[in-house]
């Protein structure tokens, strides 16, 4: 693959069976992932697109060969049907994506309410020790610009539309579940991001909203989705899984399908009705 | 995809009914790998709304909602949950009726529907049974078709066609009722979300079917590439009740929206706020 890029993380040998069905579906997979790549996953159903970003995200552990992370990357995954703690509210959920922030915060808060305690401010060493402990929290607060944490929450909630703060999860629909799982995952912002079928049950206004954030992604995005704009949009690589085998092509989608149809012509010299399918698409 | 290009041949089909209707259906079923059976002639009264309200509670999904379906046309309907979509194939249904208004459906009209409620289907019954009921070849625009190849075209391979319908999964169950509904040889097809749970090389091939399809279909779809490359017409379901008929593909109305509500009407719903100040 390319040059000046750096390898986020390798997969090599990587083969999943399912036992019941004795099914294959990832044969012997070496590939490397670079850091800041957009990359579409495209494949049949059942051709293992859910099962690799599993492998990919740690997941799934009952698999062959190796995936190797270069140290200290974080890993987020958004699956298709999130699951999220109902007996909180929405705004719990999100902020779940802050948790060292708030944190730092409560900590903070914490050594404010001692400032109070007699046997604190009556002990001149105690009172020294607790200033520099906040003191050095307040560097990192200020850092982080902290301190305006409930605007930032605010905003990305705002951009992903999810339903009000106070809204309990337990009344959510599975398309608002979506959003306010998405909404926590961006605000951690992982260096790899893991999406299955991101753009379904969001409407028009959200999948140019997401679009557009994840172009700007700093870290590797890895998307399995059936959504053709989305894949010429923002994705960068297409990885095609077919019969188990990851086929990796530079460009997106309408490039992938030019040199797909270019392929299958080479391979057969009578014209498949596949092949013509993918000529007319491109007209 | 140009877009010039698709839109001159959307124009193309809504004027081309006879054509599309004196295709020859063998060659048809040679190049596709999904052919469409054309129904019987469809006159030029497709199906009407006229003035149709309708209400859940206190919830206004539509008021006075029009439009006349065209002969050829290939309507897509758009708009978020929750706002009324399968309500209307309900209604053209007489499954559900409208408060105010009516659906008229012309004589000739044939509709292909098939939804949760479809009485054809048995649970207890496998896939393939239920789509060729126990037979190997089944008449199709008048020719015999192979069912299990027909089906597998969906995605189900031969054993999966033999899975019972009682445990099949939503998505398997909305690509059964695709293809029941499209072996139907209506000549009005009624499509809910029939994209959602197909990979790309079964959209490209349902596209090129519905585009040789001689007929009118109305199809529920948030897939945008699907919409922009088969639509005449869009349906849009704006929100606050308003439902907008408009001539053109989904990008075309896309840019109509813009031109016509403006940017300035909605900040708050401005495209690229940021995640993050």
């Given amino acids: 693959m390319a040059e000046d890029k750096k390898v986020i993380f390798s997969m ?16 012997n997979i070496y590939l490397s992932f670079f850091y800041g790549a957009k990359i579409g996953i495209l494949g049949l159903n ?70 109070g305690l007699e046997e604190v401010y009556s002990d001149a060493d105690k009172m020294d020790k607790l200033m520099a402990q906040q003191a050095v929290l307040q560097d990192k607060i200020d850092a982080a610009n902290a301190w305006e944490l409930d605007t930032k929450l605010e905003i990305a909630m705002d951009a992903l539309r999810t339903p009000e703060g106070d809204t309990p999860i337990k009344n959510l629909s599975g398309g608002e579940r979506r959003r306010v799982a998405l909404c926590r995952l961006l605000l951690q912002e992982p260096d790899v991001l893991l999406l299955d079928e991101p753009t379904n049950h969001l409407d028009a206004e959200s999948v140019h909203w997401l679009e557009h954030h994840l172009q700007q992604y700093k870290g590797t995005v890895i998307a399995v989705t059936h959504d053709r704009y989305f894949l010429d949009n923002v994705a960068g690589w297409i990885l095609e899984l077919d019969r188990g085998e990851g086929i990796p092509w530079k460009g997106n989608y309408s490039s992938w399908l030019d040199q797909k149809s270019k392929r299958l012509a080479l391979e057969s010299k009578t014209a498949s009705k596949r092949q013509k399918t993918l000529e007319r698409e491109l007209e | 995809m140009a877009p010039k290009g698709r839109h001159a041949k959307s124009k193309a089909r809504l004027a081309n009914y006879d054509k599309l209707m004196n295709q020859d259906q063998n060659k048809l079923d040679e190049k596709l790998e999904i052919y469409i059976p054309n129904g019987p002639r469809l006159g030029t009264n497709v199906i009407e709304s006229v003035g149709v309200s309708k209400a859940y509670g206190d919830k206004l999904l539509y008021e006075n909602l029009n439009f006349n379906l065209p002969q050829a046309g290939i309507v897509g ?9 399968t309500t209307i194939f309900r209604m053209i249904m007489g499954e559900e009726t409208p408060d105010k208004g009516e659906f008229k459906v012309g004589d000739t009209a044939k509709i292909a529907y098939v939804d949760q409620s479809h009485s054809n289907i048995d ?155």
Wanted: negative net charge; hydrophobic residues 35%; contains cysteine.
């Fill in chain 1, 12 to 27: 090599s040998g990587v083969s999943k069976t399912y036992q019941g069905a004795n099914k294959q579906v990832l044969k």
């Fill in chain 1, 46 to 115: 059942g051709s293992g697109k859910s099962t690799l970003l599993k492998i990919i995200s740690g997941l799934e552990k009952s698999y062959q060969g190796d995936v190797v992370f270069s140290p200290g990357y974080s890993v987020g995954y958004l699956s298709q049907e999130p699951q999220l703690d109902d007996s909180k509210t929405v705004l719990d959920i999100v902020k779940e994506g802050v948790a060292e922030t708030v944190a730092i915060l409560d900590e903070y808060n914490k050594i404010n309410d001692m400032f």
């Fill in chain 2, 77 to 85: 309907i758009i708009g978020p949950n929750g706002a009324g979509k």
């Fill in chain 2, 123 to 277: 649970p207890e019954k496998t896939i393939w049974q239920n789509f060729a009921d126990e037979q190997e070849l089944i008449l199709m625009g008048g020719k015999q078709v192979n069912s299990r190849a027909y089906l597998s075209r969906f995605n189900f391979s031969g054993s999966e066609q033999n899975k019972k319908v009682s445990a099949l999964s939503g998505g398997e169950r909305n690509r059964l009722h695709l293809a029941m509904t499209l072996r139907e040889e209506g000549n009005v097809l009624l499509l809910d979300e029939p994209t959602n749970d197909l990979d790309v090389n079964t959209l490209r091939a349902l596209e090129e079917g519905l585009e040789n399809f001689a007929g009118c279909a109305v199809v529920i779809s948030h897939d945008r590439w699907f919409l922009d490359r088969i639509c005449t017409h869009i349906l849009a379901f704006e929100g606050d009740s308003q439902v907008y008929f408009f001539e053109g593909s989904f990008s075309d109305y896309e840019e109509n929206k813009k031109a016509r509500l403006g940017g300035d009407l909605m900040p708050k719903r401005i495209k690229y706020k940021k995640l993050v100040r």
